[in-house]
């Protein structure tokens, strides 16, 4: 009889220790994770050199190598729209994305709303404060965080067939366009005919004359090499192009509260830095097209604004409850203005 009791205690203490040993493995196996990132820049943008250079390092160094990360540059694993969907799947870990955003999550055009930021410094205050918070929750349905965002830069137009100097110099250009519902809007509202094509077609596009133009932040064109087949530059500033640093939410959920610190800091961080050498470049980059033979011109921008601000009316009359943001992040100008 006593013999059959030890036999019920010793199964029981290895069952015990079984699962004790398990449950380690499972704590141990949060901290063992390949963070995959996808994005479209150049290898040499300074998105990508900075992810290499500050969020690699830190994070890998940070986390004693128990969180590893690879970033994919220049679409290396499919074009936005197939690497947006793979974060939210899962099957891709981490993307920096721009704003498609929009295309199923409504409240996210408030960021394309046309001269909606007077400049670097008011978009990094509201994309990265309470404000950005309170738009970044309307993604999480789709299984996405947001960790941070920086900036794209301001968007300005090139194109091939004449400098535009005034708004009456729109007309007859055929423009590309991403697939968003804002910048499609704007730019037919603007005088240009629209071509939606994904940014992988858009150098080729270009060369071969399938469109004249297109609109990106001056580093974007410049490190995609768009300003090689294109005569003019005109400085609109007409849309911030803000990039997002986003993680699917079931990878978020493994790691422990330790990694995803790290990893967040070091987004932030990131995302800083990135904002800085924007701002920093774009005169340089200005200098180097004009030293190519492009041309840049500086079109008084007050009839553009006169003719997409109803673009910004008719957004609240369809999304009432975003109306508060917006205010908010017009008054928030004000600070940036003085």
Known sequence: MKKT??????VALLLLNSILLTGCKREDSKDEITLKIAHYYAVDHPVNRYFEEVFKQKVESETNGSVKVQ????????????????VQLGTVEMALTGNLWENTVPE??????????VNY????????????QKIYEYLEPLNVKVLASFPNGFRVISNNRRPI?????IPGIKMRVFQGETIIKLMNILGFETIVLPISELFTSLQQGVVDGQDNPL????????YEVQKYVAIT??????GYIVIN??????????QQKIIENAAKETAFKIKEAVKNQEEQIIQKIEEQGIVVTYPDLLPFIEKVSPLIDEYINSHPHTESIIKEIKELANEYLK
């Not at 009791?5 to 010793?10: F, M, T, Y």
């Not at 970033?71 to 793979?86: K, R, T």
């Not at 410094?121 to 950005?132: C, E, K, T």
């Open 5 to 10: 009791k030890i036999a019920v205690v010793l």
């Open 249 to 258: 939410n079931n990878v978020w959920n493994k790691l422990t509260k330790e």
């Open 108 to 117: 996210f055009r408030i960021m394309q709303m046309p001269f909606m930021f």
């Open 121 to 132: 410094d008011h978009a990094n205050a509201v994309l990265n404060g309470p404000i950005g």
């Open 237 to 242: 500033n007409h849309m911030y192009s803000p």
């Open 165 to 169: 100097n005034s708004i009456d110099d």
């Open 71 to 86: 970033i994919y540059p220049n679409s290396q694993l499919g074009d936005e729209q197939e690497f947006v969907e793979g």
């Open 219 to 226: 580093a974007t064109s410049f490190y995609n090499g768009y």
